[in-house]
């Protein structure tokens, strides 16, 4: 049953800060009323703050919804349905963003490479010169690996192209640098649940108020997921199309006043010195890591192997019976892997009792306590 609260290391749901939680039900009025759309403004203001972008070049919409919404939405209003779109695939969510693409673009071309593998940006230009895309599409971090994809370097490429670029920032969103004005970006999502460090539900698309316009004046091909008329909607009116999440926004406008409270840099530095620990510790423990050291990894998660010998159900259920949740593999690295994230509400003492919980769940496993008896 629902009876106990866990510690989780995910890189989403996370454990909230305590101002975060009594934020939520702090207050209570109407969305219609001009206490909502001074609240709209300012989590609007504090996006872009956290962005580090300037108000009066970009905008903010948040959306009631996980963070796939806002990738849908932006597949769904970035372009005009029967524009080239070119998706770059090195994992789960980079599949997803084909997946979805595919439903509102039927001229999407996925560009694949190996889950972990770092883009090969000559075969980037060749698809972008083939393809002829309005739209590139790819993920910032890939949360089913840990990778980072270069986003300045793709950018560069479809800058050159004349093209658009939509960048899936969902789990990275203030845990890893992105240069809004200098990378080429032109659409980036993310969510309230992931870095951020606030609840799940609410979604948020970032681009400049000049896009957001030419999407504003075309015609929808898509209703709910339509940000033209969010955008509309907060620039006409300070309010959002349909009820939103109230207390979802009471909670990340909390949030994002945390993030901005601690500093965007000192943030960064904090979650990547945490990431660094878990990473030696995972080694320490004998694990061997899916990302080698060459590689470009988050700040939001590590992706750890399996030894053969451990069955993934039962090391996870030892976890959990610790208190300690964490993900599992995906795809190909499903019941292979584990992955440890630590965006969330956690400290180095949670971490050091989480590094001795992996320890024991190993021996248990091994039944290295009834060996030991034996001898
Ligand atoms: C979590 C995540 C999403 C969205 O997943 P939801 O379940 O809709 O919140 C999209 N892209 C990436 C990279 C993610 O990590």
């Known amino acids: 049953m629902f009876q106990r609260s866990y510690h989780l290391l995910c890189p989403g749901p ?3 800060d305590p101002e975060v ?3 939520m039900s702090a207050f209570a009025f109407s969305h219609r009323e001009e206490e909502f759309e001074a609240l709209l403004d300012q989590v609007i203001a504090r996006i872009l703050g956290v962005a580090g972008v300037d108000p009066a070049v970009w905008s903010a919409v948040v959306l009631t919804g996980s963070g796939t919404a806002a990738n849908e ?30 439903v509102h673009n039927p001229r999407t071309t996925v560009l694949r490479q190996a889950w972990g593998t770092p883009f090969d940006l000559d075969r980037v230009a060749q698809a972008i010169r083939d393809v002829g895309p309005a739209l590139v599409a790819m993920v910032q971090h890939e949360t089913s690996t840990g990778m980072l994809n270069p986003v300045a370097e793709v950018g560069r490429l479809v800058r050159d192209a004349g093209a658009k670029l939509f960048v899936d920032a969902v789990s990275s969103f203030s845990a890893d640098a992105l240069d809004f004005d200098a990378s080429g970006v032109s659409f980036v999502s993310t969510s309230s649940g992931k870095a951020l460090g606030c609840y799940p539900g609410l979604s948020i698309v970032v681009a400049r108020h000049a896009d957001f316009e030419t999407i504003a004046a075309e015609k929808p091909r898509a209703h709910y997921l339509d ?24 909670a ?13 840099d000192a943030r960064r530095a904090r979650f990547e010195s945490l990431a660094r620990i878990v990473r030696d510790r995972l080694r320490g423990l004998g694990l061997e890591l899916l990302l080698e050291d060459w590689a470009p ?22 976890l959990k019976s610790h208190g300690f949740v964490t993900y599992g593999g995906k795809g190909p690295l499903e019941g292979r892997a ?37 001898a």
């Not at 939405?73 to 997803?96: I, M, W």
């Not at 700040?299 to 090391?315: H, K, Q, R, S, W």
């Open 21 to 23: 939680s009594a934020a």
């Open 227 to 250: 940000l033209g008329r969010y955008y509309r909607f907060a620039r006409d009116r300070r309010q959002t199309p349909n009820t939103p999440a109230v207390p979802l926004l009471l």
């Open 297 to 318: 990894r988050s700040n939001v998660l590590t992706t750890a192997l399996l030894p053969e010998d451990i069955d993934y159900g039962a090391f996870r259920a030892g």
């Open 73 to 102: 939405a932006v597949l769904a209003s970035a372009t005009s349905g029967d524009a080239p779109v070119l998706v770059l695939a090195n994992g789960e969510f980079g599949e997803r963003l084909g997946a979805i693409s595919e």
């Open 14 to 16: 996370v454990n909230v």
């Open 252 to 264: 990340l406008d909390r949030a994002l006043e945390l993030v901005l409270r601690e500093g965007r």
């Open 338 to 374: 584990f992955q440890v994230s630590t965006v969330g509400a956690v400290d180095s003492d949670v971490l050091e009792v989480f590094f001795q919980a992996i320890g024991a769940t190993l021996a248990t496993l091994r039944g290295e306590g009834s060996r030991a008896s034996m």
